[in-house]
Structures are given as C-alpha cells and as structure tokens.
C-alpha cells in the first residue's frame, strides 16, 4: 500500500515537473512577433554599399530597393513605415547576424540557395538578379572564357565567389569583405574584373563611367529575406511572409522596382 502511494507520490511530482518546464520553455521560446511588438520596431539587416539595394547617398541618408521593402513590410506588420532599425549586414555576416538574433530578418541583396536554405530561412523571391563581369571600358576581357589566370575581384560570402570558381577555375580570387572595398581595389588596379550582381554593377557604373557590364549573365539570382529557422521566430516570419504577399500583389513591389531600377538598372 506504501509503495503504491509512494509510487503516486512520484508520478505527481514529476507531472508537476513536466508541466513546470514546459512552462519556462514556453517563457523563452516567447515568439519574435511578439517581442517585435513590445519592442515596436524591427531590427533589419541590410546592405549600406549596395546600391540601389541598400546604400548611403550622398546626404547621408540609408536608401535603396531593401530599404523600402523593409519600411512597406514595418507598415503592414506594425502599422508604421518609421518603426525599423537599420543594421548594416555583409554578405559574409548575414546569417550569423540572423542565427545569432542581433536582427530579425535580413533584406541585403541575398540568393536563396539551397545550401543556405539548410541554415537560415528565406521568404519567396521578391527579385531576380543575375550575376555578371564589370570590367575598365578598354579591358581585354569580354567574355567568361578571357578570364583564364585573371585575378578576379569578389566579395567573400556571396554566391559570385562560388559560381565563379566553378566556372573558371584557373582564376584567382581576390576576396574582400565590403562591396566598397571591392570596387576600390578594382580602381586601384589590384584585379583585372570584379564579379557579382547585375544589380550591384549598376550601382557601380551609375557612379563611374570609366567601367562597364559585360553582356553575359552567369546565373539567376533570386533575391529573398533571411530569417533565423527557429519555432519561436515562425510567427514573425508568417507576419512578414503575409505582408510580403500583399507588398507583390497590390502593386507596390512594381512600385518600388520601377523606382530603383528605373535610373540604373539597365536589362
Ligand atoms: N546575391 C548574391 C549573394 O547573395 C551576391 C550579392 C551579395 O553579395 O549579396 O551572395
């Protein structure tokens, strides 16, 4: 009889234990949404030498296609286009910037790949890219197959240095952090081309006319927002997925390409 009431005894214990737990796990899988909310903005990552994605102009203001983005998402999932924190993301920081929770979602000219499917999160694509050569107007190159041995400008974590070595494998890789320092060593002579984005090269040329795009483009590059896979951050990501969908189907997405692509994007 004792041991049956011990028994009991137990396995009340360790309901309450159970129930207990589940309780502090509900407390720190506290839903992004929410937080969000509570804090009244959202913290997004995205490009400042990316232009038109995301860029600094000349007035020192954060500009581009990502940031607008942002803004119509923060409209539509907080009810105001002002309530966002900017932060700057690198290609090569993005997704530990969302895995290790320092923003809430990354809008920074960013590919959905399949390997990087596996780490973070993407919304559906928003836009597609293509990605090509920029080279000075008087280059010998002027196609993929004259880069042979060449030494290739690319920024580190971005799909163009993958693709690129892939392609042409004889050439070597001169790898910086930031899309500024890029261009610069391309100015300062120290590559013969750099390769990324269409859309990037555009911002580029829009600023120097002593370069040029070559004709090819290498691959699609659809654009997608990041966010971290977790449980605890579905419900801002469904909130922002939702607000994305209406963002492509009431015109404002045609809006906001026709405004950054318009002046320098060329296709
Ligand atoms: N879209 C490409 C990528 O995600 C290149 C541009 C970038 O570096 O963000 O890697």
Redesign the pocket.
Known sequence: MIIYKKITLILIICLIMTSLTGCIKKMADENLLKTVRERGKIIAGV?FD?KPFGFIDQDQKLKGFDVDLIREIAKRVLGDENAVEFQQVT?SNRIFSLISGNVDMVA????ITSPRQKVIDFSRPYYV?G?AIMVAKDSSVKTLKDLSGRRVII?L????EINIKQMVPSVKILGFRTYTDAFEALKSGRGDVLT??DT?IYGFLSENSKYKILKDRLTL?P?GLGFKKAEKTQSFQDAVDSALEQIMQDGTMAKIQRKWTADFIKK
Do not use: F, L, N
Request: proline share 0%.
């Open positions: 490009k990316a290609s920074a000219t960013m590919t890219a990605q920024v974590g971005s799909t163009s990324t984005d990037i590059e654009y």
